[in-house]
Nanobody
Framework: QVDLVESGGGSVQSGGSLRLSCAASEFTSSSYCMAWFREVPGKEREGVAG???????MYADSVKGRFTISQDNVKNTLYLQMNSLKPEDAAMYYC??????????????????????WGKGTLVTISS
């Protein structure tokens, strides 16, 4: 059982930045894919950014170039730096740990169904 606790959400103006944090109860980077997901009412939860056990990062097309995922293995903490925020980035953001999903050409950490552990989320609101 891995416990995940997100923090760092809040309200920010369009174009602004936020950094989300996810504290894990144990060392996760060598055992799990780690990823950030987001969800808005009426839509499916979607993968935003992930980091594999080998440190490779991956992003949804909608956030490439604006969001950066990273992890601190000493602090057992996952981060999501979000820059140039847009109104459509407003959502509940969740941290998750789970299994690697292999596909031709590589792997991904972004499928929702592959995640085994979830935090309770942190809310990000964007004002225009």
């Amino acid at each position: 059982q891995v416990d995940l606790v997100e923090s760092g959400g809040g309200s920010v103006q369009s174009g602004g930045s936020l950094r989300l944090s996810c504290a894990a109860s144990e060392f996760t980077s060598s055992s799990y894919c780690m990823a950030w997901f987001r969800e808005v009412p009426g839509k499916e939860r979607e993968g935003v950014a992930g980091i594999g056990r080998d440190g490779r990062t991956m992003y949804a097309d909608s956030v490439k170039g604006r969001f950066t995922i990273s992890q601190d293995n000493v602090k057992n903490t996952l981060y999501l730096q979000m820059n140039s925020l847009k109104p459509e980035d407003a959502a509940m953001y969740y941290c998750a740990a789970g299994r690697t999903t292999y596909a031709p050409g590589g792997y991904t950490c972004l499928p929702v169904h592959a995640m085994d552990y979830w935090g309770k989320g942190t809310l990000v609101t964007i004002s225009s």
